[in-house]
């Protein structure tokens, strides 16, 4: 694996403020959302399941990639190095 690889790769866009984690083969690890509060920008990550109630808050992230790093960290538990 690349040292330049990013789980923010992995990132396909749904909507303007909507992405999902995606690999390839089609696994749906989890969603992302962007939420302005105010002048402050924050990603919301969940993990993936078809029905919302049963996501699982992974954590808020000021940054797309940091968003995507923990969806990653939360479902593999380490980096793909």
């Keep these: ?3 330049n690889w990013k789980a923010s790769r992995e990132l396909v866009r749904f909507e303007p403020d909507e992405w999902q984690l995606i690999l390839r083969g ?3 690890v989890g969603i992302i959302r962007r939420q302005v ?3 402050e920008t924050w990603f919301r990550a969940v993990t993936w399941a078809s029905e919302p109630r049963d996501r699982q808050l992974v954590g808020y992230a000021r940054t797309l990639d940091a968003a ?3 969806l990653w960290l939360h479902q593999f538990g380490k980096n793909r190095d």
Excluded: D, N, Q
Aim: zero cysteines; a positive charge; charged letters at 15%.
């Design 1 to 3: 694996m690349s040292a």
């Design 68 to 70: 995507a790093t923990a």
């Design 26 to 28: 089609g696994h749906k």
């Design 37 to 39: 509060y105010g002048r």
